[in-house]
Structures are given as structure tokens and as C-alpha cells.
């Protein structure tokens, strides 16, 4: 074909035309153009034969166009006949633009293509999709869509296909696109890979209570087998956990979260192309645990004390921002707020009532909240004057016994004997009542609390009177105090309080 009066020759068709005729399409409306034919054999091409004159191209592909028809003779042209509907100038479509490989599988092929360029005047109806096995030269047709995919199944691992796609409209069809060469059907092997771009830091943060999901891409040929573990343990869908896979994702979703649901989650992905576990952890934020107990009392004066804890076992998840601390004096139930703001583990506590005992508490507070819980309470202090090297509270593998030695009790036959000792140490030490001759188990009670011991003997008779003993030890050493019991017959009784005992004394007149 040529166009006007251009002197160069372009083929119109892309393929042999095995009829004779074709159809040319794309051309400009209004121009001439002139055309030849040649035909060819297996020897070659023959020569060339050119139409006479040049033909003009007056039609538009794809306009509606109406038409009549005049019968003419001697006498002159005839009333004319006009068609009732318009018909529309066509042609076949070009061939589809590409086509590509989307996937493949061990029986199956994906096929992809773009749109032809010109749809030769009519809307495209189908695509047609051929497929040959290598090695032979025969087309089957294997499929047709409207859409610009297609799968092809049930082919034979292993073997290798050719592909085409033709286009066709109400005129016919284009001339096929072929795949650029033969096509191995077979799963590819991909490593299996997750993509944590989405998580920042690999980190997930959640209030306790809350829900939180860990939602991952994952890619991977053939699809990888999916596992999640909480550090150790591994991990199935239940009332509170969701575990769910898609080809190319996986999420794991935690219900009314607890601190004991954060930590480190592994994502384990699995396939004939190898095996990657990838790492995400979770931190479920919560009000701390109680600061870690007992409560230990140093530099005792008559009017203040320092009081020293250790930090929670459990923060919280997050930095601990103050502690609380409480005093409760002897005989009330309210607790009298000291200081609430903190920032060590000790506490000089002042401006104490001499000769009264008090209790301590302290409670430790994060950005969420206060310990559900204070620390364990102290046993009650008694505010006893100015620390004097006879009295002293716990410290580490220390022993104090109240160092009173050899004093005398005189009380009346009858009447009720009571010996209070102040005793501490750390390691809380073995205490032991004796008297010569005497188990005094069977005589009498003993009672020995975390600072003090007492020995108690109801209706003393004469054989009660003598040397009681305490024996104190532990780890750091033993210390012992001696008491005189008198026991008379005609007595008044008196009390009095002094240094570290509290007793009753009967004295006689």
C-alpha cells in the first residue's frame, strides 16, 4: 500500500492472507491510496499486481453511515430505496499489545495482555486463547474471556507451551499475539520473606485490656506453611487469640490483652525454598506491681526514721515515675499521706510523735496508674527516744537484743509474770527462754514476733523465782540478757516502762 503521492511500498498485513481478499483498515478518510498484491508459494513471491487506478478511503471505521440504492436506465435514474438502519463501517481489530506470563504453577499457566491498539470500528466481544505444545504446530483453542486474563489449567508439569490471544469483534478476528517463547509449566520455588515495614521498630505497644494485632505481607513460592509463637510456646486460635493466613498475608489478633500476653512473638514461615522466622515484640502496658517488700527502718531518732524499699518486680511495662508513701499511727485506721512524689527507694520521714508507734506503706506509680497493691506493711514502730547503741532495726546479717543484763523482777505469789525483750536481726534469729531445771514450754508461753519475744507464766508460785536466760542468734553472732525473778508472798503492783523492756514489776513493802 501507498498513500497519495508517497513512493514507498508498506505491507499491510502481518501474516500470509490464504484467501483472496483482506480487509485494510486504519486508513485516512478522504485520502487515495494505491495498493498490489503478490502472491506466494513455497518457491517465493511472485510479482506484483497493482489496482488501476487509486482507491479513496470514504468511510470511517466505527461511524454510523445510512445508505440507498437508485435503479437507472434510458429513460433515467429510478426512485431511490434507503436502508431503515444505519450500519456502521467495521473491520477486524488489531492484534491485543503483549503478552505476558503472569504466574505459573506444577498445572497451570496465567496469561496476561494489553488492549489492541484499534479495535477495527466495533467494540471487542472476546478474546480467544490458543495454546501449542513445543514441538508440535498445532493450535487448540483452550479458552475465551472478555476480560485481559486468563488461566489456563490442566497442563502437564514439566512440558513446555507456546501461547497466542486474538481479539474479535463483529467483523472477525485479529491477528494473534504470541508469548515470546515456549512456557515451562512448573511451581517456581520463592524463599519465603514477610515484609515488617508496616511495624515500626518491630515494636507493638498496648494498654492491658485492649486488643493488638500483628499484621504481616507475606510472600513465598510454593505458599509457606504459617506458625506463631510467644517466646516458647506456640500459639492456636482461641477465644482470645486470632490466627489468620491468606496467600499473602498473616495477623495474629490478641483479645482483652495482659501483661503476661507481651513479650517477643515469632513468625515462623515455611517451604520447600527454605524456612525464616521473623521477630515482632508486643509490650502490654499496665499499672506496676507493688514495690518488692519488706519495708526496712534505719536511723531511728525520737522524732523521725529513713524507711527503704525495693522497685517493683513488674513496672508496668513502662519507667516508674514516682513512689507513695503512707504512715498509720497506733490505734487509727486512716493512713496519713507523707509524700507522694518519690523518685528513690528511701525516705527520710520527720516531725514523728515521740513514744508513738506507726505503721509504714508505700506503693509505686507509672504513667498508668498506682500498684493495685501498696508494698507489705511494717510491723508497727515505736518511737522510743534517741537511737542509742541498746536498741537498733534490721540490716543485713546484723543481731540486736535489748542489752538490759541482770535485772530483777520482784512480784507477788499469784500474780502473773511477763519478761518483754526487743530482739531484731537479719537473718531473723532463733530465740530461746531458759531457767535451770525448768522446760519452760511446759511452765509457761513464749511469744516471739519480727522485733520482739515475750515470756509469759500465769499464777507464779516461790518455785518460779530465779534466772531467766534469752538466747538470741543467726548468722551474725549470738547475744544473751539475764532476769532475776523474786516471787513473795504480800506485794503491791507497780508499772514501769523503761529502755527497750516493758514489764510488770512488783515490788514489796
Not at 507523707?338 to 504513667?367: C, D, G, P, W
Request: glycine share 8%.
Amino acid at each position: 500500500m501507498v498513500k497519495g503521492e508517497e513512493t514507498e511500498w508498506k505491507r499491510v498485513n502481518k501474516e500470509l492472507v490464504p484467501e483472496t481478499h483482506h480487509v485494510v483498515t486504519g486508513l485516512q478518510t478522504g485520502a487515495e491510496y494505491k495498493f498490489r498484491v503478490a502472491a506466494v508459494n513455497h518457491v517465493g513471491r511472485g510479482e506484483d499486481k497493482e489496482i488501476p487506478e487509486p482507491a479513496q478511503a470514504d468511510l470511517l471505521e466505527g461511524v454510523p453511515y445510512f445508505f440507498r440504492v437508485s435503479a437507472e436506465n434510458q429513460h433515467g435514474i429510478g426512485e431511490a430505496f434507503e436502508l431503515t438502519e444505519p450500519v456502521i463501517a467495521t473491520a477486524e481489530p488489531s492484534a491485543p499489545k503483549r503478552m505476558d506470563i503472569l504466574d505459573t504453577t506444577d498445572s497451570s499457566v496465567s496469561l496476561g495482555w494489553l488492549k489492541p491498539e484499534h479495535d477495527g470500528g466495533s467494540r471487542i466481544q472476546q478474546y480467544v486463547i490458543e495454546a501449542k505444545a513445543k514441538g508440535t504446530d498445532k493450535w487448540m483453542v483452550v479458552g475465551n474471556t472478555k476480560n485481559l486474563t486468563y488461566v489456563v489449567e490442566k497442563l502437564n508439569k514439566g512440558d513446555e507451551y507456546d501461547f497466542r490471544v486474538k481479539a474479535k469483534n463483529e467483523s472477525g478476528y485479529s491477528i494473534p499475539k504470541e508469548t515470546l517463547a515456549p512456557v515451562l509449566v512448573k511451581e517456581p520455588h520463592i524463599e519465603p520473606a514477610a515484609d515488617l515495614s508496616e511495624i515500626a521498630n518491630q515494636l507493638i505497644t498496648c494498654r492491658s485490656g485492649n486488643t493488638f494485632t500483628i499484621d504481616v505481607p507475606i510472600i513465598g513460592r510454593p505458599a509457606p506453611k504459617v506458625t506463631w509463637k510467644l517466646e516458647e510456646m506456640r500459639l492456636k486460635s482461641s477465644d482470645r487469640v486470632s490466627i489468620k493466613v491468606t496467600k499473602d498475608r498473616t495477623s495474629i489478633s490478641v483479645k482483652e490483652s495482659m501483661r503476661g500476653d507481651g513479650g517477643k512473638y515469632y513468625l515462623t514461615l515455611e517451604n520447600v525454598a527454605g524456612t525464616r522466622t521473623f521477630t515482632i515484640e508486643v509490650n502490654v502496658t499496665a499499672r506496676p506491681s507493688p514495690p518488692t517488700g519488706p519495708i526496712e527502718i534505719s536511723s531511728i531518732t525520737s522524732e523521725s526514721c529513713v524507711i527503704n524499699w525495693q522497685p517493683p518486680e513488674d513496672d508496668g511495662g513502662t519507667d516508674i515515675t514516682n513512689y507513695i508513701v503512707e504512715k498509720r499511727e497506733s490505734g487509727s485506721t486512716a493512713w496519713q499521706l507523707i509524700n507522694s512524689s518519690v523518685k528513690r527507694t528511701s525516705l527520710h520521714v520527720s516531725h514523728l510523735t515521740k513514744y508513738m508507734q506507726y505503721t509504714f506503706r508505700v506503693s509505686a506509680e507509672n504513667r498508668f496508674g498506682v500498684s493495685n497493691e501498696p508494698c507489705a506493711e511494717t510491723e508497727p514502730v515505736e518511737r522510743i527516744g534517741k537511737q542509742t547503741p541498746e536498741t537498733a532495726f534490721r540490716q543485713d546479717n546484723s543481731l540486736m537484743i535489748s542489752r538490759q543484763r541482770s535485772k530483777t523482777i520482784c512480784l507477788r505469789a499469784g500474780g502473773s509474770l511477763r519478761l518483754f525483750v526487743n530482739v531484731t536481726g537479719r537473718p531473723a534469729p532463733a530465740i530461746t527462754w531458759s531457767k535451770p531445771g525448768v522446760v519452760l514450754q511446759n511452765r509457761g508461753f513464749v511469744e516471739v514476733t519480727n522485733t520482739s519475744t515475750t515470756l509469759i507464766i500465769d499464777k507464779v508460785h516461790r518455785y518460779d523465782a530465779g534466772k531467766y536466760t534469752l538466747m538470741a542468734e543467726n548468722s551474725a553472732g549470738k547475744q544473751e540478757v539475764n532476769i532475776l525473778v523474786k516471787v513473795y508472798g504480800k506485794f503491791m503492783i507497780l508499772s514501769e516502762t523503761k529502755g527497750d523492756f516493758q514489764k510488770l514489776i512488783s515490788l514489796s513493802h
